[in-house]
């Protein structure tokens, strides 16, 4: 049954992947405690990992921690337990005087005003744990989120840099002083909304940016100018997720030939960080796959063959696992652990990596597609060796796992076989498979 892939573990699935430690994150959520605990003001922190380090995993992780220390400190999972003996080493108080907000803004990037989106995230907030007020703090409501929300739909203006061009035409000093005026009633209703979020419940706020890398170049270059001009606040720490270099080269790309994006973005930060890329290992062995199987032999030099990120590796899981389950029958033939765990695998992976080369290969017939991926990784062409040598006949295996020709011939008549429209091509692959393989083999690699 088709499903849509978990892209976002829930707090439950967090909490195990917490409790297990199974992806050796603890100790950096440990240590990310520590630091948060020591900072006296306001701070921008960029998070920095490549793509596939996990860093979503990780910032919901610790999101999940702040949240369960502060709510259930009395009761605390196996896991949260010694990271917070761990992090507040000496303390009688394991509350950590922060209130944690996620916000996805590759979910937002279609929005023309990214602050828009950070005042509903930061409303729903305080609607999702219906805070109870007293008659008095509704006028504080009323000029804090509200006139927020209100600022940011209902006054149409671009901010001090369009005034300032304005000006530059009709030389009227008015434009310049209302653009100032808007900016900084927008300023003073952002510290309130961020003190009624607050209210009675942390001492700050933990700002959490993800996905910024993924966003429109527009969108992205807008959030962080919005974010460092309006939440420049002493009880707002701002953290962002992000794979800097790449974020860099979209901004190069916004901006032009010889604009600086990694200078660009130091301007919106105080400090980075490094996050350590999740073992692949221990990520499979999360996903219930055991990662000394020749299939996951195969997903992994996949993964490291095109530098996927999780979210992508998730995919890649998702399609292959139902067939690989299926191989866990102890009566599956060698030539079904081929054409499943090797074949059907590195197609899984030009389908993630490559959509359209997929519907050349799947819908077109270019097998070319297929060799090209086996042929073009060191890794997955080895995993091919290694499961299509237990389909050779005996006496001639080591003459061809000896020769890289003979090797490459192989794949090319693999690929011919499976998805060539040519009949000589197919003939021909299936005369050079049949002179080396031990039976059974060639029905597979053909079937539908």
Not at 221 to 245: I, M, P, Q, W
Not at 369 to 375: A, G, H, I, L, R
Not at 396 to 409: K, L
Request: aromatic share 8%; proline share 3%; net charge negative.
């Amino acid at each position: 049954m088709l499903q849509r892939t978990n892209y976002n573990p829930g707090d439950d699935e967090l909490l195990g992947l917490i409790s297990s430690n199974s992806l050796k994150r603890n100790q950096d959520i440990t240590d990310m405690l520590r630091l948060l605990m020591n900072i006296d003001k306001g701070l921008s922190i960029f998070l920095d990992g490549d793509w596939g380090s996990g860093k979503t995993y990780f910032v919901r992780s610790l999101k999940v921690v702040i949240d369960t220390l502060n709510t259930y400190p009395d009761v605390l999972p196996a896991g949260i337990d010694m990271i917070a003996g761990n992090a507040f080493k000496g303390d009688t108080s394991w509350h950590c005087d922060y209130l944690p907000v996620y916000y996805n803004a590759w979910s937002y990037d279609y929005w023309d005003d990214p602050l828009a989106s950070i005042a509903c995230t930061l409303a729903a907030e305080v609607d999702e744990v219906r805070l109870e007020y007293e008659p008095s703090d509704r006028k504080v409501i009323k000029t804090a989120l509200e006139t927020l929300i209100e600022l940011v739909f209902n006054h149409c203006f671009s901010g001090l840099g369009s005034a300032i061009d304005k000006a530059a035409q009709t030389m009227k000093a008015k434009d310049l002083l209302d653009a100032f005026k808007k900016r900084s009633s927008l300023r003073d209703a952002v510290a309130k909304a961020v003190n009624l979020v607050l209210k009675e419940r942390a001492g700050k706020l933990l700002l959490i940016v993800d996905e910024l890398d993924r966003c429109e170049p527009k969108f992205a270059c807008r959030l962080l100018e919005e974010l460092k001009t309006l939440f420049d606040l002493d009880n707002v720490v701002v953290l962002y997720s992000l794979n800097t270099k790449q974020l860099a080269h979209v901004i190069e790309g916004q901006y032009g030939a010889g604009f600086n994006g990694s200078r660009y973005l130091s301007k919106f930060y105080d400090i980075t960080l490094p996050i350590r890329t999740v073992d692949m290992d221990d990520y499979l062995t999360h996903m219930d796959m055991n990662p000394t199987f020749q299939s996951s032999l195969v997903i992994k030099s996949i993964v490291e063959a095109h530098e996927m990120s999780l979210r992508e590796t998730n995919r890649l899981i998702d399609i292959c696992k139902p067939k690989l389950e299926r191989l866990d029958d102890a009566r599956s033939t060698n030539g079904a652990v081929f054409r499943v765990s090797f074949m059907d695998t590195v197609v899984a992976g030009i389908q993630v990596s490559d959509p359209a080369a997929y519907d050349r290969l799947i819908n077109k017939g270019d097998y070319s597609v297929f060799t090209k991926e086996v042929k073009g990784s060191k890794g997955i062409k080895d995993c091919f060796v290694g499961t299509f040598r237990h389909c050779i006949s005996p006496g001639d295996y080591q003459s061809v796992v000896d020769d890289e020709n003979r090797i490459d011939e192989l794949i090319d008549a693999v690929a011919a076989l499976r998805w060539s429209n040519q009949f000589d091509k197919r003939n021909a692959a299936h005369k050079t498979i049949k002179e080396v393989e031990n039976g059974c083999l060639i029905p597979m690699i053909e079937r539908e």
